[in-house]
Structures are given as C-alpha cells and as structure tokens.
C-alpha cells in the first residue's frame, strides 16, 4: 500500500469511528436513570453505570457521578450487558466448511473472516457484541474458532485481547459425506484418532520441556492446536445434535477430559441429567421456529431449554448466523421462556452463561465493575416483543444508535439502499 | 346390507370418531378479535353450535348447565396464505419432498392434492400455533409450478380437508427457475423464464378457442386456460423490484390479477402495485435477507398497509432449518415494526379469505361461519405468551404451544 493510499485509508477510518463514537478514550461516561439488569445480581431501578477506559467503572442506584463526567440521561430505558452469542458465522459465511479434507485443526476462522460483511452491523443492531465465530460443521474437525468483539475495521483488532478462540468439532448427519467419514462410527474415530496422535505429540513435548536427552516431536501447527484443548487453554465446541450423538461427545470428553460445550445439543433435553453431572460441559443451544429440516432435527422441542435449565444444565442460546439472523437471537430467549425457561436463565443464557463457554467471565457476561462496558440499551423489557435495541455500546464506545437513520436500517432491513428507504419516509 | 350401505356405515362411524364436536358450546373470553366490521369485542361470549357459530358478542345468554370455555384472548383461526407444509415433508429427504417436479419446468398439469400428505408432522406443527387454514403451493422454483390447493389443517385426507381442491396456478419468476433449470434445458435467464410463462399463456389462449370436440386433451391447456377464463388464481412469485415489474407486465397481458408471492421489494412501488390493483402475500417477516432478499424490510407490511395495497401473511417455503416458519410469530415482528395489530390479524383473517373466496365458510368471527377459533393467554403476539387451544369446526384439535 502506498503511504498516500494508507492515511486516506486512516483518515476514512477515523471518520467512519467518530461518526459512531461519541466517546473518547478518556471521557467519563455516566448513565443514569434506567433500570440495569447486571444478570450476576438483582436489577437495579433508576441505576447509574459509569464508563471510564473502556470499563465499566461504578454501577448501582447511590454512586457519585464523577466531575467532569458526561451524563446521559436514560431513564425509562432498559440496560442489560451487550449479548454474547456463543454460535455464529458472520463474517464469514461462504468460507466456513473447507472440502479438501475432514481434519483441520490447523485452519483459523480468522483468515476467513471479512470485518466489512454488513451483518456484523445487524448483529450490533440486534445487541449482540461478543460473538464465537466458527467454522462450518461439515468437518470431523473444523478448524479453530474466533472471539470478537463486534466493532472493528480489521479482524485482529476485533479478536478480543489475549483469547485464542476455541476449536469446532462437529457429529452427527453433517461431516458425513461421499468421502469419509461415512458412518457415526467413523466419525468419532477420526475425532478420536486426532485427540490421540494431539496426545502423543503433547506428551512428547513435555517429556522434552523436561528432559534435554529427549527431542521435541516435530512441529505440528495442528497438534499445537490440539494440544490447547487437552492442556484446557482451549475450549471443544463440538457441533451435535441427536441424543446418541451428544452421548459419543461426553464418551470422548471421559477419554481425553476437555473443557466443553456442546453446540445446538438438540435432543440435549433427553440427556440433560447426564450433561448436568459433569463438569466444564455447557449447551449452546439453538431454537428455531419449527422441528426437521433434517432427521437430527425432528425433535426439537420448545421446552427443550427449560428442561435443560431444571436438570441444572446451563446452556446459552445462539444465532448460528444465517440460520437465524443476529437480531432475532434476543427472540430466541423468549420463545424459550414460553416453553418455560426461567426469566433469570434466559437473560443468562444471551450473557454471562455465554462468557463462560467462551472463558471471557473477566470481560464480559455481566455488569460489573472492571468488566468491558458492552451494553445494550432498550426501550422496555429486552424480552418483550414491543422493545427495540436503541443503542449497542462495545468498550465504552456507542457503536449502533437506532435513533440514526441509517443505523435504524440495520434493524429494519433495506441497508444496502439506504437512500432510497429513508427517501420513501419522508414521502409520508 | 349393500356394499353401499356399509360404506355409509363406515363412514359414519369414521365421522363419529374424528369430529367429536359437542353440539353447542360456549366460550366467553376478554377479548374477542371478529375480523368483522364488530372489531374488537370485550368481554364477549361465542356460541359454537354443530360446528358453526352460531352467536356472537356481548349479550349472548348462557343457559345453566352449558358447557363454557373461559379464556383470555380469541382470534378467528389463522390463515396460511402460502405453505409447503404437507407437500415437503419435516424430514427434508428425497422421499418426503413433493412440492417440486424438478425435471420439468413447466408443470401447470400438476395439482398440489395429489402430493398432499394429511400425517406431515409440520401440519400440526402449524395448527399448534393457530393455523386453521393453509394454501398450500408448489415450491417456488419451476417457472410452471403447477396447481395450488387450500386445505384445513385437521383431517385425513387430502380431499376432505380441501376447501380449494384447485386454487392458484403457480408461476416462478426470479433466481430461483435460473439456478433450478441452468443445467436442464433452461430457463437460464429472467427473460427465459418470463418468456415460457408467456407462451404457454398463449398456447393455452389458442387451445381455448379451439372447438372442444376437435382439440386434443391436454391437462396443462386445460389448466391455464382457467388461469385466463378466471376460474383459477394466479400467484407469481417475485422478490425484486425488477421482477415484480415482470408479474404486472404479464398480468396485464392476460388480463389476470396479479397476486404476487413475497413481493420482497414491494414496499418500494407501493404506488405502482395500487395501480395494477395487486394483492402482496407478505414475505415471512423474518425471511433470510440474502441474494434477492437482501432489501427485506421488516416494516414491509406496514408500508403496503399505510399504502393500502392489500397484502396477506405467509409462512413461505423453507428449504433446511427451520423446515417452516410460524405464521403468528412472522405477523408478530410485523406489529412489532409498526404494522397496526388489528390490520395484522385481519391480513391472517378476513383478508386471505376473500382473496381465496373461501369467506363464505372462514375468515372472521360471525354466525353461519366455521367455528375456526384459536384461543390465547396473553397478547397473541408475545413471544411469552401462549396459544391455550385450537379449534376447527368446533373441534378442539390442538391444545395449542
């Protein structure tokens, strides 16, 4: 790139932050008056929350605004910490599923990734700030995922500081194909042959951490990988969906002991007391409007959710973008409120359940002091219905204002025309 | 005892089985949504009688000892005015997907009843959430679909549950014939596809004239030709502008009323639709807004309305999951964008009844109509709250979800 090119591109990007920030970084924010939803304590009525450095610095009903703050009056106003969805591929769909082969725990999501798809912005329109982008599950092992934060004109800058992401395996009808696998048995062998041969190259490499007579195997950039999820740095979201199918994931997590989260867990609700007696498990489950689509999916069950939460499962509920659109994620909570999930578990499973699929509990999840202040700001209960997003806050930095016409359209739909939709209101 | 008698017996033991309807009953709800000029009654009472109603609103008396049914919210049974539910079955494989003839793309022969399966699992699925009437159509993807048909969502033949057993012929305009057809013998172009609508209009206007003792016996003229004739509807499906524009050139050419299906982009020629006197079946609300439905606005519904151009809700077609989406929660996110409520519902109503010319037997809550009745706890249109019962005919066939 040419240095010209380079400080237009610079230039560009600063215009393109400020018209959505309204923040710097050393501006003390205070909001104050609306009714905040921590989720990791009781909701607080005409609340403040003060930003400073990105942070969450004071939240509660009798804090001390700071001097020199700016405060934002929000009474009336709904605030819950931004969601995380533990399931998506915005950004990057088209390039999620790698057909050469069925083994790629080398492959990072990262390098498929586009920061200027305009979904992420939906995705900012429906709440959402944190998102577990994944490979496809058409693979044994699909590759390694990515944490982001939702705003950002490069991916690296969007990955939220110091997390490695996780690791996509997938079972069941997907990673089937022409070529092997072919069967479910296959499958988990393959799944299992890899964590082995992860294993091996993992012991190797510690006997000679330990030992200078003994040489370290040789580099493998996918057993490297591998060897994160057996040493628990890196967390296994294993794509399944049949009870049988999640039952084979929980075989393997006996035999090698990763930290897990089974990803859409369909039919987890036959085996929920099973998954509740184990540790590092999770459910990142999905609800869509209707069972089939595929055999694995004919038992989807509104109530699935409920029965999880009653065994004492807790699970979180993501997009699986496109299968549903970001926006609708929030919706998702409360069609599952109407099978009879809890209010308290359906708000924790879009926020702090979500942060400790994804190991992130330090910086976000919740409302609390320390934490990155990723909001997301209502007009009424965020599971109603009637309410809208108003604005979407990622560290301290308003990123979606539905009060700005444009903005307003990532809600709505008709972006990508966006002179034309807005020309069609003022004809009115 | 003839064979024929014993089919009366049979019959009617088989009717005495399924419609267990109580000869009268009474339902008494907060809130009653007619769909009739009546609007909204409160604190109103139902009286179902042989599967009809026969009485409606506040001064209904209720003689002691009757069976009454208490609740909060009553809605006239919703109508889906365009499904593959039935014809493409939940499980998604070859053996249950029979909405789409994929080798041929011109299939105005085919009629819909005879893919129509009464067990699909995604029938009940529908009526647990108050669908109580469905069009249910060829897959929007030959540009000839074929014959459409208009069916309750409780029975066990495709023949007693049919209101329409003909209803719409089908047409298929956009991406979807191109990349159905690119490898077959075409169409692969929108002026290909628009082209052999086009033809097969004329060829059928042709056979039409012919002397009908000479003409020889062809199922596809004989259905378009009551495509021109009137007796059949017309539904084009069409997400773009563009295309839409398309849909209107071809109706006037044939002088046929154009209904057009998912009208993605309608919201944009609010004006011209007015003027073509076309009727939109609303995309679902929540439609993936890809490819040719990358302008999907959720505020398309209130802008047909504010523009009085009339439109009627759908599920639509869907290829993978969810299998199908559900009618109420599509109209919800249309409320939620603005659309007036009682405009919603009587898109899912009153409307689609008349568009379909059923509205002699559904539609509305009034005497002499089917008692097709959903019943609810809490504003129908929230997520939380919950269909409590459906009924169709005066039969409680759903305990609703």
Redesign the interface.
């Known amino acids: 790139m040419t240095k010209h090119i380079r400080i237009l591109l610079s230039a560009l990007a600063l215009v393109s932050v400020s018209g959505l920030a309204n923040a710097n970084q050393d501006e003390i924010i205070a909001i104050t008056g609306a009714r905040l939803l921590p989720i990791t304590s009781e909701p607080i009525d005409g609340g403040t929350i003060v930003l400073k450095d990105g942070k969450i610095h004071a939240i509660g009903k009798d804090i001390n605004i700071p001097s020199g703050a700016t405060v934002i009056d929000a009474t009336g106003k709904v605030i819950m910490p931004g969601i995380v969805d533990t399931h998506s591929h915005v950004g990057a769909s088209g390039d999620t599923n790698e057909r050469s082969k069925k083994l790629n725990p080398e492959m990072r999501l990262l390098d498929s990734f586009n920061p200027a798809d305009p979904k992420i912005k939906v995705a900012l329109a429906g709440g959402i700030t944190t998102a577990n982008v994944m490979p496809g599950s058409g693979n044994v092992v699909g590759g390694q995922t990515i944490y982001i934060k939702m705003t950002g004109d490069t991916v690296d800058e969007m990955i939220v500081d110091g997390s490695i992401g996780g690791m996509k395996f997938a079972n069941g009808t997907n990673p089937k194909g022409d070529k092997a696998p072919t069967t479910r048995m296959a499958t988990a062998s393959m799944a299992r042959e890899a964590l082995y041969e992860a294993k091996a190259y993992l012991e190797k490499k510690q006997a000679a951490a330990k030992s200078r007579k003994i040489d370290p195997p040789e580099f493998n950039l996918g057993h490297e990988a591998m060897a994160e999820i057996l040493e628990g740095k890196r967390i296994l979201h294993f794509h399944s969906h049949r009870a049988d199918d999640i039952v084979t994931v929980l075989r393997l997590k006996k035999e090698f002991g990763f930290r897990l989260v089974i990803q859409h867990g369909t039919e987890s609700y036959k085996i929920a007391k099973m998954i509740a007696g184990m540790d590092d498990v999770y459910v990142s489950h999905i609800l869509?409007?209707?069972?089939?689509?595929?055999?694995e999916?004919?038992e989807l069950v509104?109530d699935g959710a409920a029965k999880l939460e009653q065994a004492g499962v807790k699970l979180a509920l993501h997009s699986d973008d496109?299968?549903i659109?970001s926006r609708?994620l929030i919706?998702t909570a409360?069609?599952a409120?109407?099978g009879g999930l809890s209010r308290d578990a359906a708000l924790k499973s879009l926020t702090i359940y979500g942060a400790e699929m994804l190991d992130l509990t330090d910086r976000v999840g919740s409302l609390e002091v320390g934490k990155d202040a990723d909001l997301a700001i209502f007009d009424g209960d965020p599971?109603?219905?009637?309410s809208n997003v108003l604005e979407t806050w990622i560290e301290g930095e308003k990123v979606y204002d539905r009060s700005i016409p444009k903005h307003r359209l990532f809600?709505?739909?008709?972006y990508?025309?966006a002179d034309?939709?807005l020309a069609?209101e003022e004809d009115? | 005892m003839s064979i024929r008698h014993i089919f009366l017996v049979l019959i009617t033991v088989f009717a005495c089985q399924t419609a267990i309807a109580q000869d009268v009953f009474y339902i008494k709800a907060n809130t009653i949504y007619t769909s009739t000029d009546d609007g909204i009654i409160s604190n109103g009472v139902i009286k179902v009688e042989d599967g009809k109603i026969a009485q409606v609103g506040t001064n209904v008396t209720i003689p002691s000892g009757a069976n009454v049914i208490e609740t909060d919210i009553v809605t006239p049974g919703l109508i889906d005015s365009h499904t593959v539910v039935g014809v493409n079955g939940a499980f998604n494989e070859d053996a249950d997907q029979d909405a789409f003839e994929r080798v041929d793309s011109m299939g105005a022969e085919y009629r819909i009843l005879d893919s129509f399966n009464p067990y699909e699992s995604l029938i009940a699925h529908a009526l647990k959430f108050g669908v109580t009437t469905i069009h249910v159509t060829p897959q929007p993807a030959a540009p000839v679909g074929g014959v459409s048909a208009i069916f309750k969502t409780t029975g066990h033949t495709a023949d007693e549950m049919a209101l329409r057993s003909e209803a719409a012929m089908m047409f298929n305009l956009g991406d979807a014939p191109k990349a159905y057809f690119r490898d077959r013998n075409g169409p692969s172009t929108r002026m290909a596809t628009a082209s052999l609508i086009r033809e097969s209009l004329y060829k059928a206007k042709a056979w039409q004239t012919e002397d009908e003792d000479k003409r020889k016996m062809d199922l596809s003229m004989q259905a378009l030709a009551k495509v021109l004739s009137g007796e059949l509807d017309a539904i084009f499906t069409a997400h773009r502008e563009h295309d839409i524009a398309t849909v209107l050139r071809i109706a006037k050419e044939f002088n046929i009323k154009p209904i057009i299906n998912y009208g993605t982009e309608g919201y944009l020629m609010r004006d011209t639709l007015l003027a073509a006197d076309a009727t939109v079946i609303a995309a679902p609300t929540m439609q993936r807004s890809s490819g040719e439905k990358q302008n999907a606005s959720l505020e398309a519904a209130k802008l047909l309305h504010d523009a009085q151009v009339p439109f009627v809700f759908s599920s639509g077609y869907e290829g993978y999951v969810p299998k199908t989406r559900v009618l109420l929660w599509e109209i919800a996110i249309a409320v939620a964008n603005g659309l007036d409520k009682q405009a919603a519902i009587d898109a899912a109503t009153i409307v689609p009844a008349e568009l379909w010319g059923i509205s002699d037997k559904v539609g509305s809550i009034e005497a002499g109509k089917h008692a097709d009745l959903v019943l609810y706890q809490g504003d129908p249109f929230e997520y939380t709250s919950k269909v409590t019962g459906v009924y169709i005919e005066g039969v409680r066939v759903s305990e609703g979800g």
Do not use: E, N
């Open positions: 869509l409007d209707s069972h089939g689509g595929k055999h999916t004919m509104i496109g299968v659109d609708f919706r409360g069609l409120m109407r599971l109603s219905l009637y809600a709505t739909g008709g990508l025309i034309r939709y069609l009115k």
